[in-house]
């Protein structure tokens, strides 16, 4: 048995097909095939069921792939320990981020990150959180950042900033005079949302059904994006939330229409995920250094209340 046979397992495992998983190891799919016939050879059981379209696991074939996870990735620390002894920050770093937050953090960190470390090549991609989970649970992202708490058990949640939620009031609202707002005065039939799969609508929904405010059906959902939103809401259309930092790149005009909410504010918690077995735990370090610096220049709010994305 070798590690590179169970590295293979979990490729055709969680690809369901020989011929993916192989481009995806950089291997020809007759190479990849013999390996796994030589370590079900050694076992005396099919870990696959070949007959399946597309290919499954076997009763046994479950859970060999559980502990084949553990095997390769108790094997990639022995890397990761050197390093550390070494003090060595560098190599490839694959962190997801959500939509509502790359925007405006990775802008305010990227650049401060990457001239203090110099040797890491982050690779950053854009994922909504329950892609991010998927990823993160198969190995395929180092870390994530992304509105918390998620309460997944395989993962780890390390607070970075709570962000409060800042009213955008068109001109025709009745709230337009006033210097502070509470939940209570939104009008929930004029609300504009981001498009379902964004956690940073389920934090609005889950705002106001905790305000006892009426159903999720009197929501109007309107556009995929916070510039939209604020466009609609420009021609009288309705109000929309938007996340703090998002609002400090507004010109001066869009920004006299911004309405803060009383004490405490509601807020949504971002932190960064990583799973609890994550090898590159200095990076995730500097990482969570780098950004808490940034940031807290920028969000200076203490007393929130936080609202969950789930």
Do not use: W
């Not at 095997?71 to 550390?84: F, L, S, T």
């Amino acid at each position: 048995m070798t590690i590179t046979q169970l590295y293979y397992v979990l490729a055709v495992a969680e690809n369901k097909n020989f011929t993916l998983a192989a481009e995806k190891c950089f291997v020809t799919q007759p190479t990849l095939s013999m390996q796994i016939q030589k370590l079900e050879d050694e076992l005396g059981i099919q870990i696959f069921d070949r007959t399946k379209k597309p290919i499954g696991l076997t009763e046994v074939g479950n859970k060999i792939v559980i502990q084949a996870k553990n095997i390769v990735n108790e094997a990639n620390r022995i890397k990761d320990i050197v390093e550390q002894q070494k003090g060595f920050i560098g190599g490839d770093f694959r962190i997801g981020m959500i939509p509502t937050v790359m925007p405006t953090l990775l802008p305010m960190f990227l650049n401060t990150f990457i001239k203090k470390y110099p040797k890491v090549n982050l690779i950053v991609e854009e994922l909504n959180t329950s892609d991010i989970i998927t990823k993160l649970k198969n190995g395929h992202l180092d870390c994530a950042i992304a509105a918390t708490p998620l309460d997944e058990e395989k993962l780890k949640e390390i607070v970075l900033y709570y962000e409060p939620f800042v009213a955008y009031i068109p001109e025709n609202s009745v709230n337009k005079a006033k210097k502070e707002i509470e939940v209570a005065d939104l009008d929930v039939e004029k609300i504009l949302l981001l498009q379902d799969g964004h956690c940073f609508r389920n934090s609005v929904l889950n705002l106001c059904k905790t305000n006892n405010f009426i159903g999720e059906n009197h929501f109007q959902l309107e556009s995929g994006s916070f510039e939209t939103l604020i466009k609609l809401s420009d021609e009288g259309l309705g109000t929309t939330l938007l996340p703090y930092l998002h609002t400090l790149d507004l010109n001066d005009k869009n920004k006299t229409k911004l309405k803060q909410f009383i004490n405490p504010k509601p807020s949504r918690e971002v932190s960064l995920i990583f799973s609890k077995n994550e090898l590159k735990i200095h990076i995730i370090d500097a990482l969570k250094t780098t950004i808490q610096g940034v940031v807290r220049g920028a969000i200076a709010f203490s007393n929130v209340e936080i609202v969950s994305p789930k």
